[in-house]
C-alpha cells in the first residue's frame, strides 16, 4: 500500500454514489490505495489535471449528471519530506427517485473538496497525516487520518496500518428532515503486501469502519435507517508481470459484509499493455453482487394507501415504520443487485516530465445478475464515465 492516505468522501446518498465514479478523482475510499512497495521519498514534483463527465439513467429517463475538475499537486521539501494536496469541484444536477426508481425530481447541487498531507520518510518506512474538507448545501464533512507503513530489511515485505475520522453535518433540505443532523465514523485499516518473486507482487488488506448518527436519505420516502453502522471488508490483490509481451494483470477479490446484513462480492481484472512509443492499454472488467439489506422493503403490486404519485410502493406499511422509527427503506441501492463494468484506459508518457490519460467505463446494473436471489421489481439501472487527465513532473 502507498503511503499516502487520502480522506474519505462522505458525499450525501445521490444515485450516482452507488458505483462510487467520484473516486475515480476524489480517492473517495479511505485508507485504500494501490498495490505498491513503500515509497521512497519523491524527489520531484508533481501537478496533475483531471476531469470527470458522468450519466446515469434507468427506465428510458436520464438521471444524475456529473462533470468535476480537480487539481492534485506533491512537493517534495528538506530531502525527506513531502506534501500533497486536492482540490475538487464537481456539479451535479439531473432527477433523483423518492423510491425505488420511481417519484423523480429535479435536483442541483455543487460541491467543494479539499485534502491535504504530509508525509515524512525514514529508511524503511513512511508516516502520513491527513486531513480534508467537503461541503455543499446540504452536507458538511470533516476527516483526520493517520497511516503508517514500513518494509523489511530485504524490502520484499510491507506493512501498513492506518486510521481515519470523519465527522459530518447533513443539514435539513427536505420535507423529511427538519433539523440537522450529525454523523461519525472511525476506519481503520491494515494491509500486508508481498514481493512472491520477480513477476509476482501480492496484497492483502483489512478494513473495519464503524459509524454513529444519521445514516438516512432525506430526500426519499420515508426512510429510516439505524443509527449505527458498521463495514469489515477483505481485499485481496494480485498482480503478475508478463516479460515475453512487456504486459501486467491486476486481479483483486472483496469480500464486504456490514450490520444491515449486506454482503458483496467484487472481482476486478485490469491488463496493462505497454506499446511502444510510449503508449499504455488498459482494459478493465469488475463484477459485482450484493444481497439486500435486512430493513429494505421490496415494490408491491397493490397498497390500499397508495396513489398515483407513489404506485408501487408500500406506503402501508412504510409510513408506520416511519412513525414509529422504526428502520425501513425504499432505496432500490440497499436492494439485492448485481452489476457488470466494462472499460478502457488509453495513456501517453511524453519524454519524462508530461502524460496524458482518457478512461471510459460503462457500468449496467441487473437485479438476476446478483448472486443468490436478487431483489424483484426494478429496472435496469446504467451509467458511463469518461475521464481526462494530464500530469507534470518538475
Excluded at 136 to 141: F, K, P, R, V
Excluded at 169 to 184: A, D, G, T
Excluded at 225 to 247: A, I
Aim: overall charge negative; charged content about 20%.
Amino acid at each position: 500500500m502507498t503511503s499516502k492516505t487520502q480522506a474519505k468522501s462522505t458525499r450525501p446518498a445521490h444515485d450516482f454514489c452507488q458505483i462510487s465514479t467520484l473516486a475515480l478523482i476524489a480517492s473517495a475510499s479511505a485508507l485504500v490505495s494501490p498495490l505498491v512497495m513503500a515509497e521512497a521519498a519523491p524527489t520531484e514534483s508533481k501537478i496533475s489535471f483531471k476531469s470527470l463527465s458522468y450519466d446515469d439513467y434507468q427506465a428510458d429517463a436520464d438521471r444524475i449528471k456529473v462533470d468535476a475538475k480537480a487539481v492534485e499537486f506533491l512537493v517534495p521539501f528538506a530531502g525527506e519530506w513531502s506534501i500533497t494536496g486536492n482540490f475538487v469541484h464537481d456539479d451535479i444536477s439531473g432527477a433523483s427517485p423518492k423510491y425505488f426508481a420511481s417519484g423523480i425530481t429535479p435536483m442541483v447541487d455543487e460541491r467543494h473538496a479539499y485534502s491535504a498531507s504530509v508525509t515524512r520518510y525514514f529508511r524503511q518506512d513512511s508516516f502520513t497525516a491527513g486531513t480534508s474538507y467537503s461541503t455543499e448545501h446540504d452536507y458538511l464533512s470533516r476527516n483526520y487520518s493517520l497511516q503508517n507503513a514500513w518494509s523489511t530489511a530485504d524490502q520484499n515485505t510491507t506493512y501498513t496500518v492506518g486510521a481515519s475520522y470523519s465527522t459530518d453535518q447533513i443539514l435539513p433540505h427536505s420535507v423529511f428532515l427538519n433539523q440537522r443532523k450529525e454523523k461519525r465514523t472511525l476506519d481503520v485499516v491494515a494491509g500486508l503486501t508481498q514481493v512472491l518473486s520477480q513477476n509476482d507482487l501480492a496484497q492483502i488488506t483489512l478494513h473495519h469502519s464503524d459509524g454513529r448518527g444519521y445514516f438516512a436519505d432525506q430526500y426519499k420516502l420515508y426512510d429510516v435507517r439505524p443509527d449505527t453502522r458498521r463495514e469489515d471488508s477483505l481485499l485481496l490483490r494480485w498482480n503478475h508481470y508478463f516479460g515475453s509481451n512487456d504486459s501486467t494483470l491486476h486481479a483483486s477479490y472483496r469480500y464486504y459484509q456490514d450490520s444491515y446484513d449486506i454482503t458483496a462480492h467484487t472481482f476486478e481484472l485490469e491488463y496493462v499493455y505497454n506499446l511502444p512509443g510510449n503508449w499504455q492499454l488498459t482494459p478493465v472488467l469488475r463484477y459485482y453482487s450484493q444481497t439486500k439489506a435486512n430493513f429494505y422493503l421490496d415494490p408491491v403490486a397493490n397498497d390500499p394507501y397508495a396513489d398515483d404519485s407513489t404506485v408501487g410502493a408500500p406506503v402501508s406499511v412504510i409510513y408506520n415504520d416511519f412513525i414509529a422509527g422504526t428502520p425501513a427503506s425504499l432505496d432500490q441501492r440497499l436492494s439485492a443487485f448485481g452489476a457488470l463494468t466494462y472499460g478502457i484506459k488509453v495513456s501517453k508518457t511524453f519524454a519524462k516530465n508530461w502524460s496524458v490519460d482518457a478512461k471510459f467505463e460503462q457500468y449496467h446494473q441487473r437485479q438476476s445478475w446478483a448472486l443468490g436471489t436478487g431483489s424483484p421489481g426494478i429496472p435496469d439501472f446504467y451509467a458511463r464515465s469518461l475521464l481526462f487527465g494530464i500530469s507534470h513532473s518538475f
